[in-house]
């Protein structure tokens, strides 16, 4: 069972791509190949249009043990340009949860 | 990865591309980089980096980059290339050039950047080591990219300002002196997407995360305009109506700043008469923005204090790009946002140190009131445009392309062609541009990557260095910083360096003032106090002091004016909303609207033909301009030249997702794969530029397929504003689009 894991505060994702590249650096990976994935949603509401970027850890994502270890931050947590990711305790990221909107954890 | 060894450095750019000044710390090992991160204590960029930065190594190390010399061996455009050795490369450009200024003048040679790099600083250096005044960004028409709006802030404010991120304070957000701006009125750009101009665009995602409530003008819908609280979702173009509206507004419903107007401002009372011209039911009709929406945004900046403005470079690409910068430039006046915390503050650079000189002023303290103005007599377009004349020592580029390609009047011989795929990039009329450049007698190219321009023009190619390979120094806004070489790819050399060589040929006495590239930054930073070595020492960054080069309230403090008394730069003292120095160089004093060139009111039977509005030239995070279609990290999260196409245009050209098509006008044909999307206006279509296949061939005729996609190849010419500067019509050109026939050819 995974106790460690993502929050992803998606209402703030731009979409700009920075935790994919850092994941493929972080871990070596060839084009194709990636811990992260950033997918796009343009949807119509009532108010307008709505676009919203959703990062999704892969397969691939080993929440970046080997910095763990170094007492860093995930690759792609840290340099999150709009810094909307946010590493942690499943039980604590919750809680952080509780207060916001547009969010979601994943347990890779 | 015990062995590896950790250091910080700035970038400034070639890697990234960018203009951006981000901290960075490189991990090194066997003289190798083997990683990038951002440097947390950077108060730039906080610890964070973009997708480009990340993609260093690739870039780097990439099997394609340049690493040696090269000439030219078979014909030009054959691809056909020989290394050799720098002292030989720089034999023959000195050969070759020095038998141009002999026959023709030093006017005959044309030195021509792109942007990206700390290019300015070498490349001016370079020009002037030479003599020649020609020095340009050329292919980009009417010089649309910030310089216009940089020279309408020098003329109606006297200084320069940007949106209060808090980037000239050490503490940055925690800095109590800072107040979080109530609205940035976001104007013509996507900050997510947007072009780091010393400026990061994520900034501003960190105040809406404060509180902060965005207005959008912006043509697209973005990701920044769906959380905006106004997006006014304009025609491409008619900017200036709509600031002219709001400003309508804010001056007829008093909710203008009456205490700044009467105390800061000049020519108020003029500028109310002329928004009286652009009553909301006419900029209604301009721009296709309701009159209620304008008002509602226009009223909605102007009651909340701090309010900023966050602009792009549709300013610039408006026709007559300045006078749209002066309408906005009065919206933050007649509010009283200048220089307060979380308004428009003004910005210089950190310890009044340049290397970049953006204005004439900089160039004058560089190299002397009499070299510049014996340059400015012979620069391309200085005698039709006062803006070329009087600001900023650009030669005016649709006026040098023309020139090149007539040879009147007087002969262009030879170019100088650093940080530009001109041919592949900026270019309108790129096929122009081709067949001009190809008549030239001698081209170098300063590149990392051979691309479309270099295959096509260069007789030379001479290998420039990533960030992480030079020393340079980074002077624009704050902080002032040191760029520190950490490791040596192949022969590669830094800008600095190329030029720094070819100006001691070209100028042997001028250049007897410095030993090496480290004598003249310490010249360079001399207004620091400081030299290269002593803010290395100190991290290699420092921060605005108290002083002109710190907000704020400047002007109240009496720290703008060289004589020392409160107020701005300008004749009057003022914010001159009537703008005493346009009028002197014979423009409007006041703002106002032109129609674009092509539209649908101006050319009816153009539209007619060419129904829709063509929007190119937007930024991307994970391409630099015509950079990195070769990183693999970056091209596989972006592998298509893309057309965004309304699901009701798509309807009507009966085209589907995922088809390839052409984008037509008079002009020629360019291919690109169909996105349908909501996110452009139906009577708009929207494009990237830059696009080139560095996967094809690169000799003649392929140029890595430049012909098939470089979409500048539709945007006419000649064209700019009164001033010289600003209105290339990279967000107005009018198309169609038009099936490919036989759908088996067509994929790529
Ligand atoms: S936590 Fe590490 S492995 Fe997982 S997506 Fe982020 S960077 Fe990749
Ligand atoms: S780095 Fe952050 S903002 Fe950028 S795409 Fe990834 S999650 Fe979104």
Redesign the interface.
């Known amino acids: 069972m995974a106790k460690y894991g993502l929050l992803i505060d998606y209402?703030?994702c731009?979409?700009?791509?920075?935790c994919?590249?850092?994941c493929?650096?972080?871990h070596g990976y060839?084009?194709?190949k990636t811990g992260i994935k950033v997918a796009e949603f343009?949807y119509?509401t009532f108010k307008?249009?709505?676009?919203d970027?959703l990062p999704y850890p892969t397969d691939l994502c080993d929440l970046c043990v080997s910095r763990q270890k170094n007492g860093e931050r995930p690759?792609c947590v840290?340099?999150?340009?709009?810094?909307c990711m946010e590493f942690g305790l499943l039980g604590e990221l919750v809680t952080t949860m509780e207060k916001g909107h547009k969010m979601v954890i994943f347990a890779p | 990865m015990s062995d590896t060894k950790l250091f910080k450095t700035v970038t400034w750019s070639a890697g990234p591309g960018c203009h951006g000044g981000c901290g960075q710390k490189l991990y090194v090992r066997d003289g190798k980089v083997v990683k990038v991160e951002g440097d947390e204590d950077n108060p730039f960029n906080q610890g964070r980096s973009c997708p480009r930065v990340l993609a260093m190594t690739q870039y780097m190390y990439h099997p394609d980059r340049i690493t040696q010399p090269l000439k030219r061996v078979g014909k030009r455009g054959e691809g056909k290339f020989e290394p050799i050795s720098w002292d030989e490369a720089f034999d023959i450009c000195e050969k070759k050039m020095k038998i141009i200024r002999g026959e023709y003048g030093a006017e005959a040679m044309i030195f021509a950047q792109g942007t990206g790099r700390d290019i300015g600083g070498p490349i001016s250096f370079l020009t002037y080591s030479y003599g020649s005044p020609n020095w340009a960004q050329l292919g980009l028409s009417g010089q649309s990219c910030y310089t216009p709006r940089l020279g309408a802030m020098k003329a109606v404010m006297g200084d320069f300002t940007v949106t209060d991120c808090s980037q000239f304070l050490e503490k940055r957000y925690e800095d109590p002196a800072w107040q979080r701006p109530e609205v940035i009125m976001v104007w013509g750009q996507d900050p997510a997407n947007g072009c780091p101009d010393a400026f990061m665009g994520h900034w501003v995602v960190d105040c809406m995360r404060m509180g902060t409530k965005i207005i959008s003008v912006d043509p697209r819908q973005t990701w920044m305009t769906t959380r905006a609280e106004h997006h006014l979702q304009l025609r491409p173009g008619t900017d200036a109506a709509l600031a002219l509206g709001m400003l309508n507004v804010i001056i007829n419903k008093d909710l203008y700043d009456a205490d700044f107007v009467r105390n800061w401002t000049h020519g108020f009372a003029k500028l109310r008469e002329r928004v009286q011209e652009y009553p909301l039911d006419k900029v209604a009709a301009i721009t296709g923005v309701p009159a209620e929406s304008i008002e509602a945004a226009a009223t909605f900046y102007a009651k909340s204090k701090p309010a900023a403005v966050h602009w792009g470079v549709p300013v610039d690409m408006s026709p007559e790009g300045t006078s749209v910068a002066h309408a906005i430039i009065c919206l933050w006046s007649v509010t009283g946002n200048i220089d307060v915390p979380g308004g428009n503050v003004i910005a210089r650079p950190s310890h009044g140190v340049s290397s970049y000189p953006y204005s004439t002023e900089e160039l004058v303290e560089l190299y002397g009131e009499e070299l510049v103005q014996k340059l400015t007599k012979k620069r391309i377009g200085a005698d039709v445009y006062p803006m070329v004349k009087n600001f900023r020592g650009w030669a005016q580029p649709d006026m040098a392309i023309d020139q090149i390609n007539s040879g009147k009047p007087y002969p262009i011989k030879g170019a100088w062609i650093q940080t530009a795929n001109i041919l592949g990039g900026q270019a309108a009329r790129a096929r122009l541009h081709y067949d001009a450049l190809k008549k030239l007698d001698f081209v170098v190219v300063v590149d990392l990557f051979h691309n479309p321009t270099s295959m096509a023009l260069a007789d030379i190619f001479l290998p420039a260095a990533t960030f992480a390979e030079k020393d340079s120094f980074r002077a624009w806004w704050a902080p002032l910083a040191v760029i520190k070489k950490r490791v040596q790819v192949g022969e590669c050399k830094s800008d600095w360096e190329i030029n720094f060589e070819m100006a001691k040929r070209f100028n042997p006495e001028g250049m007897q003032r410095w030993n090496s590239v480290e004598d003249l930054f310490n010249e360079r930073l001399a207004s620091s106090g400081m030299t290269f070595k002593e803010i290395q020492d100190k991290g290699g960054w420092v921060m605005p002091e108290e002083g002109p080069c710190k907000p704020y309230l400047r002007h109240e403090r009496g720290q703008l004016r060289k004589d020392g008394s409160p107020g701005f730069q300008t004749e009057s003292g003022k914010v001159e909303l009537y703008c005493t120095t346009y009028e002197s160089w014979g423009l409007d004093p006041l703002p106002h609207y032109v129609e674009p060139p092509q539209s649908p009111t101006a050319t009816p039977e153009l539209f007619a033909k060419y129904p829709l509005i063509m929007i190119t030239g937007a930024r991307s995070q994970l391409f630099f301009h015509s950079e990195h279609r070769g990183i693999p990290w970056l091209r596989e999260k972006e592998p298509d030249p893309l057309v965004q196409v309304h699901p009701d245009t798509a309807r009507k050209f009966n085209i589907y997702d995922g088809e390839w098509i052409h984008i037509k006008n008079d002009m020629g044909k360019v291919k690109r794969k169909v996105k349908i999307t909501r996110k452009v206006h139906p009577e708009n279509i929207q494009t990237l530029h830059g696009w080139w296949l560095p996967e094809l061939k690169g000799p003649e005729p392929d140029l890595f397929g430049v012909w098939d996609y470089q979409i500048n190849q539709l945007i006419p010419g000649p064209q700019c504003s009164t001033s010289g500067f600003g209105g290339g019509q990279y967000k107005t050109t009018l198309v169609t689009l038009e099936k490919i026939g036989n759908m088996g050819e067509n994929n790529g």
Not at chain 1, 14 to 18: D, N, P, R
Not at chain 1, 78 to 83: I, L, N
């Open positions: 209402n703030y731009t979409g700009c791509h920075s994919e590249v850092a493929q650096q972080e060839p084009e194709g343009e119509e307008g249009l709505a676009i970027f690759a840290k340099h999150c340009q709009s810094r």
